[in-house]
Structures are given as structure tokens and as C-alpha cells.
């Protein structure tokens, strides 16, 4: 996407402006295929929630890809969008019993995380197949908000809980059909993964009529010059390779599954918003947009940084800024960064800002949610307008007094 017909997304839909290249997508989709082409049954399932425009779920479903959900309402969108029943998995966390039956009644594939509802589920439906998440105990990155299988993690059933697993298994005659695992957001080297992967396939040992193993996500995309890139291609050799000796030894071509999200979208998208306002302190200069952290969270809740470019001036004499938003409330999007120098009214494009950005949006400061377009094609088309303040009022009841 250059500078030029960014520029001109920004001036036909307005900003701020979340903006997707479709064609990215297809190959970040298509790369990962191509990685692991020597596995017989492949089956991504794009995480919705880092993107869930129901437009870009049309085009994962055209891709041939599945879903992987974590609401009711995103199994919903997803049969919205088109996907098959069988083309969708549930992986929840926490969520009632209740919920997880009405997607099982939709005919979605499901997958418990805890043994309590793994119990409760299997002695209420033993004939649905249920996909069980394993908690590896791996520790994926250092940050503790990003590690999700680690000992004090909420997710997945711990490995250390398998002979009650297969307890809960055996009393109520459940059928496993899948056993899966998320280590979380940033896989930091391959061979942590690798090792995750061997306690998953001698979990998987334990069942005899499982489909598929399914090795979640965690696929780290870069987002600043030096960060390391989860090399797809090494890990599509070293993990197809282990994977169909394991299907040897079980004795059955099963399907691998992954359900990556940011892998598939976050390079995808831009971030478009306009300067309105330059300011020089005693100390900095800033530079403040016309959006703030109700509309991109990332860099305030995980300390994210998002690559910016002024593409109104690309050429201009590089300065250093702090860019800032305009909520009543710290909203710093990035500090002391050297930008090419920005003047009131300058279009700053935000990099990796399709996944979990648009998602995480509110309307803090009762402010509109922005628009999202989708590039397909050489064409810009709109696939969310821009909120108005008929959104703001919606489901508000207002009292008389
Ligand atoms: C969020 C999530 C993913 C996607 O993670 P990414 O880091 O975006 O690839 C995959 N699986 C589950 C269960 C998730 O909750």
C-alpha cells in the first residue's frame, strides 16, 4: 500500500481509518500453507478476534481457510460470513457450560479448557467430540500478559492434570477427537515450540480417536526494525516432519492444525489519522492525532510499538516526536520517535494494525469508532463506516425526570 493511495483512503473515507490489504493477507495465508506442504491434512482456523470485520472473514473463507472462535458471537459472525459448522472451532476460556452447548448445537467443533465443564459437558452429551486444551507449561516470551502457558496461566488443562483427564474421559465415554494447545502470543525460538509440540503428541498418545492435533498460534510478526520473526518455513520443515512420524507411530493420518491471527493479519492493516495539533514543551515536541487509545490500545496496554510514517511529508527532515491522541487521559502512542517532520494536518500511517487494533476499539471520550476499509484488488472499498452519534446512543435508555 503506498503513500499515494493511502493518502487518498484518507481523504475519500475520512480519518482516522483502519485500512486492509487483502492481497497481504492471501500471502501470509499462502505462506503458511506453502510451510507446511508436506503435511497430508493441513487446516488453519484465522483467530477472528484479531480481525472480525465479517468482510474479512468472507475473504479468509475464500481463501479455504477455517475460524477459530472464542464467543458465541463470533461463531456467529463466522456462520455469517458463510463458513460451515465444521469449518469453525470454539476455543474458549471461562465461558458457562450453556454457551459451549449452544455452539456444540450449532454443530461446531468444540474445545474445553477446564475440568469442570469437560465433566459436566461429557456426562450431559458423551456423543459429541469434544478438542481438549492442554496447558504445556511452556513459557513463550517473557511478558506475562502474552504467556498464557505457563504454571499460574487461566488457560488450558495442565499437563500435570492428565490421569484425572483421562479419569473424567474413561467415567463418562466422551469422545476426544482433538487435543490442542496455545502457548501464547509470541513464540520467541522454534525450538520452544518444538518442545511444546513433543508434550502435546504424547498427551495425544493417550487417545485413540483423535482427527487432528491443533498447535494454536503464537507466530511473532515483526513490528519494529530488529524484532525477530517466527521463521515459518524452518518451523513447517522441523514441525512437518515430527508430525508425520507421529501419525506413523499413532497409526493414522490425523490433520494439524493451527489458528493463527496475528501471523495472517497484523501486517495487513494501517492505522490512518490526522495530526491536529503540533506542540513544543520545555522538553518535547508532540504531535497529536485525531484518535487516541479508544481507537489502538496496543502501544498503552502492552507497551506495543507500531512503526509510524508521516506519508503526507515522507521526504521530509527527520525529527523527533511523541505522538500523542487527543482523549483527556495519557494516551501515548509513541515516544521520542524520529518521524519526517510533521505539520498540523499531515496523515500519519500506523504500521501492523490489523490485528487486535480495530478489535480492541471503544468508544472512550464518546468517541466514534473509525471506519475500515479493505483494499481488494486495486480497489478501496469500505467494509465498516465510521460510527455516528446515533451509535453513541444506541442501547442507552433515557430517563425523564
Ligand atoms: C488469540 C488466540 C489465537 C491467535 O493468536 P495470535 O497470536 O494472534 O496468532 C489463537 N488461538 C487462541 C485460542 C487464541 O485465543
Known sequence: MNEKTLLKIAKDFGSPVYVYDAEKIEFQYKRLTKAFSKVKHLRLNYAVKALSNISVLKL????????????????????????????????????????????????????????????QFGTKHPNIPVCIRINPHVMAGGNTNISVGHIDSKFGISIHQIPLLLRIVENTKMNINGIHMHTGSDILDIDVFLYASEILFETAKNFKSLEFIDFGSGFKVPYKA????????????????????????????????????????????????????????????????????????????????????????????????????????????????????????????????????????????????????????????????????????????????
Open 60 to 119: 479468509f473463507n475464500k481463501l479455504g481457510s477455517g475460524i477459530d472462535t472464542v464467543s458465541i458471537q463470533e461463531v456467529q459472525l463466522g456462520i455469517k460470513a458463510g463458513f460451515k459448522p465444521e469449518d469453525i472451532i470454539f476455543t474458549p476460556n471461562g465461558v458457562s457450560l450453556e454457551e459451549i452447548e449452544k455452539a456444540a448445537k450449532l454443530g461446531v467443533q468444540i474445545n474445553i479448557d477446564n475440568l469442570s465443564i469437560l465433566e
Open 226 to 401: 530488529g524484532d525477530i520473526e517466527t521463521n515459518i518455513e524452518e518451523l513447517g520443515e522441523k514441525l512437518s516432519q515430527r508430525f508425520n512420524e507421529f501419525c506413523k507411530e499413532y497409526g493414522k493420518e490425523l490433520t494439524l492444525a493451527f489458528e493463527p491471527g496475528k501471523f495472517l493479519v497484523s501486517e495487513a492493516g494501517v492505522f490512518l489519522a490526522k495530526v491536529n495539533v503540533v506542540k513544543q514543551t520545555t522538553s518535547t515536541i508532540f504531535a497529536q492525532i485525531d484518535s487516541g487509545f479508544n481507537h489502538l490500545i496496543r502501544p498503552m496496554l502492552y507497551g506495543s510499538q507500531h512503526d509510524i510514517e508521516n506519508i503526507s511529508n515522507p521526504k521530509g527532515r527527520e525529527r523527533f516526536y511523541s505522538v500523542v491522541g487527543y482523549i483527556c487521559e495519557t494516551d501515548t502512542f509513541a515516544n521520542n520517535r524520529r518521524i519526517a517532520e510533521i505539520n498540523e494536518g499531515d496523515i500519519l500511517s500506523f504500521k501492523n494494525a490489523g490485528a487486535y487494533c480495530y478489535s480492541m476499539a471503544s468508544n472512550y471520550n464518546s468517541r466514534y469508532r473509525p471506519a475500515e476499509v479493505l483494499l481488494y484488488k486495486g480497489k478501496a472499498h469500505l467494509i465498516r463506516k465510521r460510527e455516528d452519534f446515533e451509535d453513541i446512543l444506541h442501547n442507552q435508555v433515557i430517563l425523564n425526570f
